[in-house]
């Protein structure tokens, strides 16, 4: 055999080889007999063997990466990746609807409903039709390089499906298209999305980038397998598949990720770049499925209220039947451009929601009532029950929230009580069975002074929170303190590793930290004298404090747990403002014009910085050495023709996308915020604009087109 028909043999065997893992594992539709596979692959491995040339990373060969990893690298996603919101009720679903049509008025509105998958949501990154990063979410902005991970599992394609045309002059050169016929390999139809709804299905062009997102998820029979087996080798089995789902993509050796039994359903777009992205949902999935790619399955377009309840119910009738966990149904505004209109907030997209259905329920007996106290000081009460097994976990804890609801749902002690498990919240007691009491139950004093330091406690409200929780009024309660320093070590925070329960309840118990300012001042003998605590791992303790002084500022923020801010509007502020001490002295508009933050939050970190007692910690962690320039600060950094300037978008603009004119505007220096205010610098407005263009003409903010938007920026 000659290279030049090793290299064509090669790449049909290759283009049948992907042609069946297409029909097996995304169509589940085999096509060949196992036998026959293997017969093509062991081909295929021995022509690798003898030209070592044709191993190319997307060979069929592939999967199964070499040498396990030291560490993921981070990835950051070209576009972010956004949660769902939750419902739970036909009345909330109404009034989503109701919402969207507010936003929307007088447009028909068409929706797509697709199940919930419950799993772990990541991303793939296909460049020119080649798979070249698979991520997490993460925090939603950056998540892990998990690529070799993902490449193991048979449903997430190599290579994107190529148009037709392609594939058939890719199996012409070796004229071996009758073995693909003897191997009864599926037809053209079958590959490039037979079954999908509407049109022929033709993949067209493959973009130049793609992004896609979906959710890995461990299907209910490889679930139990993988349990079996763990337990045959004493082993801990996973609680559910999800957690399984989580633990295998989080292994650094991809050969124990491929002995897991994952698959892949994919349901969403980030960046796209080289083609024109689906103008709907519906589209979009069949796009999807003609590229290659396993899409959610049944799902269905709804014109109506009527028809979204349709389908969740006919969706609830079956989900039980699926190979793979659902917890609920996603209704998304099928229309690409209305979304662009619906925007969304911090968390999650304001077109669609989640759907939620009512959860597994166990009863059990109500032991005792126990108090937490957190980080704010609030109290929580906790039901310790009679060990109970739910939804694949055993439980013997519960959350009671507060005490009015104690009291709303009359809980007492020796109760048997419903609990719930909902999704990945923890569980909760739901409810009294009343028939169950036998008089012996007894009611639950909620403690009037903090169940750690004996403090009073006040329930007045909190910023943005009705008065209902119970806090304790100390601010040295140990309870608080201790929260607090957990919080700041904590991995989304300054990630100081040994930083965890055990230590900091030493620490503080032992006098020697009160807050985390005091962290940078431990000693290493005052650290080793303590129990359990070696030199060495004190050295490692004090490393990891070290190494803290140099997290970028987000990190920082987030650390100080202000009320009402969390990861995302951390970073969102460290974006905004240069240092710490220009977000110190920022007056609560400045704030506000951050994205992410509202007034609401913008008062909360406001008051927090007006406190003398937090001005003298900023003092004290300034003189420990900790950095307080923010690396992630984007406005006024000099550069770019928008250089300090803040946009805000609305309606649809001729040419760009959303996306793009934001990309456009970050690029050239300045930023892009959710609302108009007098800090705004310019209002780009498009067709159609919302109210957003009336506040501006109100403010007197100067109001461009995407023409003056260019040449302002200096392009074309
Ligand atoms: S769409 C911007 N569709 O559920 C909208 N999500 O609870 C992003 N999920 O983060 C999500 N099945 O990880 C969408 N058919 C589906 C889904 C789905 C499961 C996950 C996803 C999301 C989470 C929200």
């Known amino acids: 055999m000659t290279a030049a028909s090793a290299k064509a043999r090669h790449a049909d065997l290759a283009a049948q080889i992907r042609v069946h893992d297409h029909a097996y594992y995304v169509l589940a539709r085999p096509t060949i007999s196992d036998r026959e596979y293997d017969r093509l692959y062991h081909e295929l491995l021995e022509l690798e063997r003898q030209w070592p040339e044709l191993v190319t990373p997307d060979s069929p060969s592939q999967r199964v990466g070499g040498a396990p990893l030291a560490e993921f ?25 109701g919402r969207i049509q507010r936003l929307l008025p007088g447009e028909p509105l068409e929706w797509c ?24 979410r993460g925090d939603g902005t950056t998540g892990d390089d998990i690529t070799a991970n993902l490449r193991t599992i048979r449903s997430v394609p190599l290579v994107l499906a190529h148009p037709r045309s392609e594939l058939a002059s890719r199996s012409a050169p070796g004229g071996t298209a009758k ?102 949902q519906i589209e979009l999935l069949d796009w999807l499925r003609a590229l290659g ?27 039980r039947d699926f190979a793979y966990q659902t917890d609920g149904a996603v209704i998304k505004l099928n229309s690409v451009a209305l979304r662009a209109r619906c925007g969304s907030t911090s968390k999650a997209p304001r077109w669609a929601i989640a759907y939620k259905y009512a959860a597994e329920q166990a009863q059990t007996r109500l032991n005792a009532i126990t108090i937490q106290v957190g980080r704010t000081g609030a109290l929580t009460p906790v039901a310790e029950l009679e060990p109970v097994f739910l939804s694949g976990s055993t439980i013997s804890r519960a959350t009671l929230h507060n005490e009015e ?20 919240v923890i569980p909760a007691v739901v409810g009294v069975v009343l028939e169950r009491r036998n008089g012996h139950e007894k009611q639950f004093e909620f403690p009037r002074s903090c169940p750690e330091c004996k403090s009073k406690v006040s329930r007045g409200s909190v910023l943005g929170e009705a008065g209902v929780v119970w806090r304790c009024v100390n601010p040295d309660c140990p309870a608080k303190i201790r929260g607090r320093i957990e919080h700041w070590c904590s991995r989304g925070a300054m990630d100081i590793e040994g930083g965890g329960e055990v230590l900091v309840a030493q620490l503080v118990r032992n006098g020697l930290v009160r807050d985390v300012a005091d962290l940078y001042r431990l000693r290493l003998d005052e650290l080793a004298a303590l129990e359990r605590m070696g030199e060495k791992s004190a050295r490692n303790f004090l490393a990891a404090i070290e190494a803290s002084k140099r997290r970028e500022l987000s990190r920082l923020i987030f650390g100080l747990g202000i009320l009402h801010v969390g990861a995302r509007v951390a970073k969102s502020l460290a974006r905004r403002f240069a240092t710490l001490d220009d977000l110190m002295r920022a007056g609560q508009e400045h704030l506000t014009a951050t994205e992410d933050v509202g007034e609401i939050i913008a008062a909360s970190v406001y008051q927090w910085c007006s406190d003398a007692e937090n001005r003298r910690l900023i003092e004290r962690l300034r003189k420990a050495g900790l950095s307080f320039e923010s690396t992630a600060f984007q406005a006024g950094s000099g550069r770019g023709p928008f250089a300090g300037k803040s946009f805000v978008l609305t309606g649809t603009l001729p040419t760009l996308t959303r996306e793009q004119a934001t990309a456009k505007i970050e690029a050239l220096g300045g930023r892009v915020s959710g609302s108009v205010s007098k800090k705004t610098d310019f209002v780009l407005a498009g067709a159609d604009p919302g109210s957003k263009l009336a506040k501006a003409q109100k403010l007197g903010v100067r109001i461009i087109d995407e023409a003056e938007f260019r040449r302002l920026g200096g392009a074309g």
Not at 80 to 91: E, F, R
Not at 303 to 318: C, H, K, M, P, V
Not at 405 to 424: C, H, T
Request: proline share 7%; with cysteine; aromatic share 6%.
């Open 73 to 97: 690298r981070p990835v950051r996603h070209a576009q972010p990746m956004q949660s769902l919101d939750n419902t739970y009720s036909q009345a909330e679903v109404k009034e989503f609807v």
């Open 113 to 136: 409903v697709e199940p919930k998958i419950d799993g772990v949501a990541v991303s793939l990154r296909y460049e020119n039709g080649r798979l070249a990063v698979a991520a997490t």
């Open 179 to 280: 073995t693909g016929e003897e191997c009864r390999r599926p037809t053209q139809g079958d590959l490039f999305g037979a079954g999908a709804a509407g049109g022929a299905g033709q993949a067209g062009p493959i973009p130049r980038v793609l992004e896609v997102r979906g959710e890995v998820f461990l299907g209910k029979a490889g679930f139990a397998r993988l349990n079996e087996e763990r337990e045959a080798l004493g082993e801990e089995p996973f609680a559910n598949p999800r957690n399984a789902t989580a633990g295998s993509l989080k292994q650094l050796d991809p050969r124990i990720v491929a002995a897991r039994p994952l698959d892949i359903v994919l349901y969403g777009l980030g960046h796209v770049e080289g083609v024109r992205a689906p103008a709907t």
């Open 293 to 319: 790619l396993r899409t959610p399955q049944p799902r269905w377009l709804c014109r109506s209220l009527d028809e979204l309840f349709e389908a969740i119910a006919s969706l609830e009738g079956q989900r």
């Open 405 to 424: 609801e104690l009291r709303r749902k009359d809980i007492r002690l020796g109760d048997w009580v419903v609990i719930e498990k909902a999704g990945e």
